[in-house]
């Protein structure tokens, strides 16, 4: 296969490209289109400069100290400090992956030649992305408006030959960084240093990494619903494309289709299908509406997020010789905003799970024991595995208060609203990493309900996602040391392993899950 070719400030940035960058698998590169409009701006900045007319940041002070002016002379000097005084972040430093999706969020911004930066800066930038020397940021330190200014001058500090960055497998200084690979410190110029500060890579860094994780937890949801459909012996009624033509959210649709198509061809579900029960409990019947919401979610907040990793967020704008403009691009509220709804939408994925999970011990399914388990008394069976998910499904609930509804002045009242988008990225990150454990934990008590339903064989897909998962971890007769299932079944979550079977699956026997909506929910 041919490399993959990214063009800066030019091609459409998505969530699966600025991963591909930074993995590896696609390359950067700066046309000369790029480069005509990189330097135009530049030379604009340098001609504000030579005339001295007051131009925020380039030749006057920052946020109260706007109306300070500052001199030819001492101009490139502001910029080198404002990375220093502004590097004030605190706490455990970010991932490195996603502290190097902010040099390509930034490189992309940079690129599309509105921001004044110098070529040479731009190229540092992307050595870095390149060369895997990424900085280290602190988690800390955000209001997420005026930019996410503390995490993205620790990034840019090693531009100028301070701060860490993690390169060849270890921390270490700047200063040993340009000893190994012969680099000099950046001379940075008028507007340079604002320029690499001011804008929402930190909160786009985040999102990037949150549409991706959310994305397989609701494809994993849907399989692993399905799975314990089968095992409870729920009913695929409410899965019917008529009763969802009549409530059309795209969301309900995708997931009721693609459940469907799940359990088509299951022995388990013909076996029952003349039974007296009426209904099954909401965590079983609703799943489409449920898991259809988040759908929605998800697809609200990546396309907002496409939107924002192909933007100007910088501060002041240079639009042209006669017009350059300080706005408030670098305010992160449109994200901030989306990203508590989706750390809302993940935890509902972790509430209903939860409740699936209780569902399954309570017995009240033919031929399903009460907790999973035929010899209890002696045995506790699954149990305590509920603690587990309840107490992480209430920790998420605590983290589901809205960032983005708190707002603090800052800057002596010249930054009066903030959005604290900042925040909001980081904890929707962690309610995904809890919803993971809810999920692994949801698969076992679904696998373990669905070995009662033999000799009956359910439909291809998760006849052989159950063996997936058996292959990782054996049925239980009696009481063991759980938490080893539990770590296992995180891992085959982390992993993707039951999507990798059902696309094995889909491509072995040429079976689809595709809907209509596909293009929407399963891109990005």
């Known amino acids: 296969m041919s490399e993959q070719i990214f063009k800066l400030g030019e091609d459409w940035l998505t969530v699966g490209k600025a991963l591909s960058i930074a993995k590896g698998n696609t390359s950067l590169i700066i046309t000369d ?40 002379s001492e101009t490139s000097v502001l910029q080198s400090n404002i990375l220093q005084s502004h590097s004030v972040g605190v706490g455990k430093p ?82 040993i960084l340009f000893k190994k690979t012969g680099l000099k410190p950046i001379a940075l110029g008028p507007k ?49 494309n008529e009763l ?29 299908i003349d039974c007296e029960k009426v209904q099954d409990p909401y965590s079983i019947r609703c799943i489409p509406q449920v898991h259809g919401a988040s759908r929605n979610t998800w697809l609200h907040l990546k396309e907002l997020v496409e939107v924002e990793l192909n933007s100007v967020t910088d501060n002041p704008v240079i639009i042209n010789k006669e017009l350059t403009i300080s706005g408030g691009n670098f305010h992160g509220q449109p994200l901030a905003m989306a990203l508590d ?7 509902e994925i972790g509430n209903i799970s939860d409740r699936r999970i209780y569902l399954a011990l309570e017995g009240n399914s033919p031929g399903v024991p009460k907790l999973l388990m035929k010899d209890t008394g002696i045995n506790s069976g699954y149990m305590i595995l509920q ?26 009242g010249q930054e009066d609203h903030v959005s604290m988008g900042s925040i909001g990225g980081r904890k929707a990150l962690q309610v995904l990493g809890n919803v993971e454990k809810i999920l692994a934990i949801e698969l076992l008590t679904a696998a373990q309900a669905f070995e009662f339903r033999k000799p009956l064989k359910s439909g291809i897909f998760l006849d052989e996602v159950h063996n997936a998962v058996r292959d990782q971890v ?51």
């Open 387 to 412: 603690y587990t998910t309840a107490a992480l499904a209430s920790e998420n609930k605590g983290l589901c208060f809205p960032s983005s509804a708190d707002s603090i002045p800052t800057s002596l």
């Open 474 to 524: 054996p049925f239980a007769c009696k009481d063991r040391v759980f938490a080893n299932d539990i770590e296992k079944g995180i891992q085959m979550i982390r992993n993707k392993t039951i999507l990798k079977v059902v696309e094995r699956v889909q491509k072995e026997h040429g079976i689809s899950l595709t809907t209509k909506y596909s293009n929407e929910f399963e891109v990005y």
């Open 192 to 240: 340079e240093g604002l320029a690499l500060i001011n804008g929402t890579q930190f909160i786009a860094a985040h999102a990037v990494k949150v549409v991706a994780k959310f994305h397989a937890l609701l494809a994993q949801a849907d399989i692993i619903g399905a799975m314990m459909i089968e095992g409870l012996q729920g009913s695929v009624k409410p899965f019917y």
């Open 341 to 347: 709804y989706a750390c809302l939408a993940v935890s």
């Open 244 to 272: 969802h033509a009549l409530r059309p959210f795209k969301g309900n649709i995708h997931v009721a289709k693609r459940v469907k198509k799940l359990l088509k061809g299951s022995e388990i579900m013909e076996d029952h």
């Open 94 to 175: 970010i991932d490195k992956d996603i502290a190097k999706l902010m040099l390509i969020l930034k490189a992309q911004s940079l690129a599309k030649g509105y921001s004044g930066i110098a070529l040479n800066t731009l190229e540092r930038i992307i050595w870095h992305i390149e060369n895997n020397a990424i900085p280290v940021v602190p988690s800390q330190g955000s209001v997420g408006a005026s930019g996410d200014l503390a995490p993205l001058s620790h990034l840019f500090l090693p531009l100028i030959g301070l701060g860490k960055v993690s390169y060849n497998n270890e921390i270490i200084t700047s200063e």
């Open 33 to 72: 289109e790029a480069v005509k409009k990189i330097s135009k701006s530049w030379n604009i900045v340098q001609q504000i400069v030579d005339k001295g007319h007051p131009v925020y940041g380039i030749n006057t002070g920052f946020g109260p100290l706007c109306t300070t002016k500052i001199s030819k």
